[in-house]
Every structure is written in structure tokens, then in C-alpha cells.
T-cell receptor, first 115, second 115 residues
Framework: AQTVTQSQPEMSVQEAETVTLSCTYDTSENNYYLFWYKQPPSRQMILVIRQEAYKQQNATENRFSVNFQKAAKSFSLKISDSQLGDTAMYFCAFVNAGNNRKLIWGLGTSLAVNP | NAGVTQTPKFQVLKTGQSMTLQCAQDMNHEYMSWYRQDPGMGLRLIHYSVGAGITDQGEVPNGYNVSRSTTEDFPLRLLSAAPSQTSVYFC??????????????FGAGSRLTVL
């Protein structure tokens, strides 16, 4: 079965510091996409970053970057210079390539950024 | 602004009542879906559609109906509400092809309480 595991239900970090959220997944396919979504207290789900499995280079978006280890099926999110607005639930997800494929979601990591 | 619009944002129902959650997107996305989000259970797919006239079941379809008569709209119907359907519901859409393919855009969510 295809699964996504986020082993850290809750994390906290001091403002301006760096934090890494872990995510592992399981799929037998070779071509897929990985995502991190953020859900702040407002409830709106927002895409943070995306990685194509065929790309070896790790994706970055400003203060957000990933460490993608395909062989280990690991996709961690690093948040640098944490800000109070980063306080949110973070969900890891992947989808196998193909038109009708469904996203597989982790259960989320609740991140609190402390002043 | 372009995006996914969900209504209503909040709704309280009595057991046995029916209602429809509305979802509309203006991005010409082929794929639309409904999720429910419950504490500790992440996001669970209820129903999805890959185009007008085509719908299919997700993980937790029981008690819900959908239809897709146009590309833009994907309403979710609760025919006889039950307390177990108390949840936050998200509509999400994505393009199947192109650079943005597989990236879900979410609505703001609808909090439903069934008494």
C-alpha cells in the first residue's frame, strides 16, 4: 500500500532558527511528485514546495527547501530563519504520475514558532 | 482572484437533514475533489472528478453524493446528515496537464456540525 509517514506529530522552534520536518513515503512507482502543504490557523491549505521525483536537484522556495532522498524514500522540509507566520500544520503528500492518480497524505506535523 | 470558492463556510445541521456544499473553480481545472479533515486523521478523499460527467469514489464516499455537470462546479451533497459527518470539508482542484499539473488548489474549507 502507498503510504506517507510524518513521524513528528508536534514540533517547536525559536524564531529565526532552523527546523526540519521529516517525511517518508512508500511507492513502487518511479515517476511521482512530492509536496509539502501548510495549513495555518486560518485553515487555508497552501502549497509550500513541490519536487518532481525525476529531478535530482532539491527544490527550494525562499526560506523553504527540501532534502529529497529517492532511494531512501525520504522527503524532509527545512525551514530556515523561522518566522511566527510559519506556525501551522504541515502536510507531506505524494502522487504518482498519471492523470487520475490520487494524492496520498501524511497525518501532518504541527509546528509552533516561538518568539 | 482566480481560485476555488467554497460555500458555506460554516453550517449547523440536525441529524437527517440534507444540504449541499458548493464548490466552484475558475482555473479550467479538469480534476476536482472533496476531502474531509478530522483531528488525527489527516485529509481523506470523499469523491473526485476528472471532468464534466465523470465522478468516482474516494476513501470515504458513504453518505455523500457528487455530480459534475460543468467544468467549473462540483457540489457535494449530504442526503441525510449524521453526527459522524461533523467535519471540515475542503474542495480542491488541479490541472491534469501542463507545468502546474498535480498541484492541488484548495478552497477555504467548510466547517459542518451535525447535531
Amino acid at each position: 500500500a502507498q503510504t506517507v509517514t510524518q513521524s513528528q506529530p508536534e514540533m517547536s522552534v525559536q524564531e529565526a532558527e532552523t527546523v526540519t520536518l521529516s517525511c517518508t513515503y512508500d511507492t513502487s512507482e518511479n515517476n511521482y511528485y512530492l509536496f509539502w502543504y501548510k495549513q495555518p490557523p486560518s485553515r487555508q491549505m497552501i502549497l509550500v514546495i513541490r519536487q518532481e521525483a525525476y529531478k535530482q536537484q532539491n527544490a527550494t522556495e525562499n526560506r523553504f527547501s527540501v532534502n529529497f532522498q529517492k532511494a531512501a524514500k525520504s522527503f524532509s522540509l527545512k525551514i530556515s530563519d523561522s518566522q511566527l507566520g510559519d506556525t501551522a500544520m504541515y502536510f507531506c503528500a505524494f502522487v504518482n504520475a498519471g492523470n487520475n492518480r490520487k494524492l496520498i497524505w501524511g497525518l501532518g506535523t504541527s509546528l509552533a514558532v516561538n518568539p | 482572484n482566480a481560485g476555488v470558492t467554497q460555500t458555506p463556510k460554516f453550517q449547523v445541521l440536525k441529524t437527517g437533514q440534507s444540504m449541499t456544499l458548493q464548490c466552484a473553480q475558475d482555473m479550467n481545472h479538469e480534476y476536482m475533489s472533496w476531502y474531509r479533515q478530522d483531528p488525527g486523521m489527516g485529509l481523506r478523499l470523499i469523491h473526485y472528478s476528472v471532468g464534466a460527467g465523470i465522478t468516482d469514489q474516494g476513501e470515504v464516499p458513504n453518505g455523500y453524493n457528487v455530480s459534475r455537470s460543468t467544468t467549473e462546479d462540483f457540489p457535494l451533497r449530504l442526503l441525510s446528515a449524521a453526527p459522524s459527518q461533523t467535519s471540515v470539508y475542503f474542495c480542491a482542484s488541479r490541472s491534469i496537464l501542463g507545468f502546474g499539473a498535480n498541484v492541488l488548489t484548495f478552497g477555504a474549507g467548510s466547517r459542518l456540525t451535525v447535531l
